[in-house]
Every structure is written in structure tokens, then in C-alpha cells.
């Protein structure tokens, strides 16, 4: 999705719809493993950063994204437009994490007001491998979750961090087997929108970032990324 237009403006605009509609309390967001994981997202901005030199990766060739120079500047958008989104959520809005879970993803999940993934999730330091900054907002998120030096800390090591680790520091609100994760997410959820909706309403807007910060931040995250890409392509040539 983030790099098709089409696919984003769907999501968006179901997102909304949601968000007006007087008979939804909450939405819970899952993943299909692995769509969010390292391994997708670096094949992705490998390729999308070889675009703009003039050619793909030969080993990730067959992506379908591998001539097109804008793909970067497309996900860095998308995902500024989808962590604006969720933060506006009025209702709850929760995201369980299926397999491995790239920094821009989890960066815009920490929008959301509920957490959870399975035993195995992890969160990777896929920017550190691409040499990239985070994206996805985590920059401005993680610090307010934890203290800015276990931010510093999280975002400087190069090992993946674990859902146990995670649900330590608040970051996730639980994990569980995968067997019965959908299951237990679904179940949690719905004990959660039983609250009263004004409730739900009331509480979120008094707790979240103030969404002209959130703006902000991004802004100066998308001029970090093309600092970054300039400075690549100028050691580079």
C-alpha cells in the first residue's frame, strides 16, 4: 500500500468513513505476516533508493517498483498521511502486529491507542541497515512512550527487539501465542468498545499529541530523509 495510490486512498477513506460512523466504538487493524516485516521493507527501499541513481538492485529486480525514482518519496508520504490519520482517530483504534515490524510501521502504529503482537513479533532497526532514518513518525512517538535516552538506545541498536521487551517499556500492551492471537486481539477489543463512545471520545482527546506537532515533526522527518538521500548521492559520485 504505500506505494499505490489507489490502494492508499481506499484505506484512508474507509479510515474516515469509519471514523463518522455513530455506530463504530473502535476498529482493530491486523497485519498479514510479514507485509510489514525487515525483510519486504528493505527489498523495497533498496530498490526505491537505486531508482533514483537510475537502476534497481539485480538481486530484487523483479520488484515491480524497481525503475520508478518516486517510490521512496511515495512511502515517506503515505506513511506521514496514514500516522496523521490514526492520531485523528476520535475512536479506538487498535493494531496487532503479525511477524517482524519495520520502524516507519511501528512508528505509526504507536498513533494508535492499543498495541499487541504475537510472542514472536519484533521490532527490527531496519534503518540502521539501510542507513536511513526511521520514518513513520517513531522519532516523535518513542521519546513520549519512554525516556529519551532508552529512544536513543532503542533506535541505535542493531539487535531486534522483542515483544517482551516491548510490552516492558509500554510500547506493547500485550502479546500472545500465534495459534490464538486474532482470537485474543479480537476478544480484548471488543471488551474495550463497550465503553461509552463520548467516554472513548473525551479521553482520546485529552491524552493525544497535539496533531500540529505530529505535522511538524513529519515535515522536518521527510527533510531528514532528503538530507540523507543527498548526501548518499553526493559520495556516491
Same mark, same amino acid.
Given at each position: 500500500?504505500?506505494?499505490?495510490? =489507489?490502494?492508499?486512498?481506499?484505506?484512508?477513506?474507509?479510515? +474516515?468513513?469509519? @471514523?463518522d460512523d455513530p455506530?463504530?466504538?473502535g476498529l482493530l487493524l491486523l497485519n498479514t505476516p510479514g507485509v510489514l516485516g525487515d525483510e519486504k521493507y528493505c527489498q523495497f527501499i533498496s530498490n526505491a533508493i537505486a531508482a533514483r541513481s537510475g537502476g534497481s538492485e539485480p538481486e530484487v529486480h523483479e520488484a515491480a517498483y524497481s525503475d520508478c525514482p518516486v517510490q521512496l518519496?511515495?512511502?515517506? @508520504?503515505?506513511?506521514? +498521511?496514514?500516522?496523521?490519520? %490514526?492520531?485523528?482517530?476520535?475512536?479506538?483504534l487498535m493494531v496487532a502486529f503479525e511477524g517482524d515490524v519495520a520502524p516507519p510501521f511501528f512508528g505509526a502504529a504507536l498513533a494508535a =491507542?492499543?498495541?499487541f503482537g504475537t510472542d514472536e513479533m519484533v521490532f527490527q532497526p531496519s534503518h540502521l541497515k539501510l542507513g536511513i532514518p526511521p520514518g513513520g513518525g517513531l522519532g516523535f512517538f518513542l521519546p513520549r512512550f %519512554?525516556?529519551?535516552a532508552k529512544a536513543r538506545d532503542l533506535l541505535f541498536s542493531t539487535e531486534p527487539t522483542a515483544a517482551s521487551e516491548l510490552k516492558h517499556l509500554g510500547l506493547l500492551d500485550d502479546h500472545f501465542p500465534c495459534n490464538n492471537f486474532r482470537e485474543e486481539c479480537t476478544r480484548i477489543a471488543g471488551e474495550l468498545v463497550e465503553m461509552p463512545l463520548l467516554s472513548i471520545m473525551g %479521553? #482520546?482527546?485529552?491524552?493525544?499529541?497535539?496533531? #500540529?506537532d505530529l505535522n511538524a515533526f513529519l515535515n522536518y522527518e521527510d527533510k531528514a530523509m532528503a538530507g540523507v538521500m543527498a548526501r548518499r548521492k553526493f559520495h556516491k559520485g
Open positions: 500500500m504505500g506505494a499505490c495510490l =489507489d490502494e492508499k486512498a481506499t484505506f484512508l477513506t474507509r479510515l +474516515q468513513a469509519l @471514523n455506530e463504530i466504538r518519496e511515495r512511502l515517506t @508520504n503515505t506513511l506521514s +498521511q496514514i500516522t496523521e490519520e %490514526v492520531l485523528k482517530f476520535s475512536k479506538l =491507542d492499543y498495541r %519512554v525516556s529519551h %479521553v #482520546k482527546a485529552i491524552i493525544q499529541p497535539h496533531q #500540529k
